[in-house]
């Protein structure tokens, strides 16, 4: 199961978390400055001296051991949980989980001899492996996320896996022919081929994105 996560193997882009962080840091941001212009406009719950001290947690910089980089990220305001960027990043990290396991599945099903530049898992392992080894990190996945404490968040992620399966399964099933429309003019089946291929790459793709994205704002 960690066959991609090891070293020696491209780990991919890891678009998906990055774009989980990266909107998790805007909404962060834009929280922070809401309510710095709530407070100057409204009598604020907090007295002086304790928004003062807030103020000035939400300016220090979060340093990552590994690499030494800083990168500012702001307190969570009062009202938010506390743990909120811990929760968000870990939600980055169960998309690829989810999007490695589809991978695992995907290559079995298509007979995929490579993936990023390396034997395919199904190829080193085989198939039965291969199949238990997405379905452990789907596992692994929804114990993670259950931890998040939040039905909606599970709800929204459960979702993805689901269209992950009928994406595939339209896939498999082909594109949509002449021979299974009847009374359709050429000018319709192109337009139902269309809505076809959108469906199916949002639910093999865009699925994934959107809702962990969305997610991340339910958090």
């Known amino acids: 199961a960690s066959y991609f996560f090891e070293e020696g193997h491209d780990g991919g882009k890891k678009v998906r978390p990055m774009m ?3 909107l998790s840091r805007a909404m962060a941001l834009h929280s922070t400055s809401s309510s710095t212009d709530m407070n100057t406009n409204t009598d604020s719950q907090l007295n002086q001296q304790q928004h003062q001290q807030h103020q000035h ?20 305001q009062i009202w938010q949980r506390q743990d909120l960027f811990q929760a968000q990043r870990r939600l980055a990290e169960i998309s690829e989980m989810i999007h490695t396991a589809s991978l695992f599945h995907d290559d079995v099903i298509d007979g995929s001899d490579t993936r990023r530049g390396s034997p395919s898992v199904h190829k080193v392992f085989g198939n039965k492996m291969a199949i238990l080894a997405g379905d452990y990190l789907l596992a692994r996945a929804s114990i993670f996320l259950a931890r998040l404490r939040d039905v909606e968040v599970v709800e929204t992620m ?36 269309l809505i076809q291929y959108l469906r199916k790459n949002f639910y093999k793709t865009a699925s994934l994105m959107a809702n962990s994205c969305k997610s991340a704002a339910i958090l």
């Not at 979060?62 to 500012?72: A, G, L, P, R």
């Not at 979702?159 to 319709?188: C, F, P, W, Y």
């Open 20 to 22: 989980v962080l990266l």
């Open 57 to 76: 947690q939400s300016q220090q910089l979060s340093t990552d051991d590994n690499n030494k980089q800083q990168y500012y990220i702001p307190t969570p």
């Open 158 to 193: 459960s979702t993805i896996i689901e269209h992950l399966v009928r994406g595939e399964v339209m896939q498999m099933k082909g594109t949509i022919t002449s021979s299974t429309t009847s009374n359709t003019s050429a000018t319709d089946l192109g337009k139902e081929r």
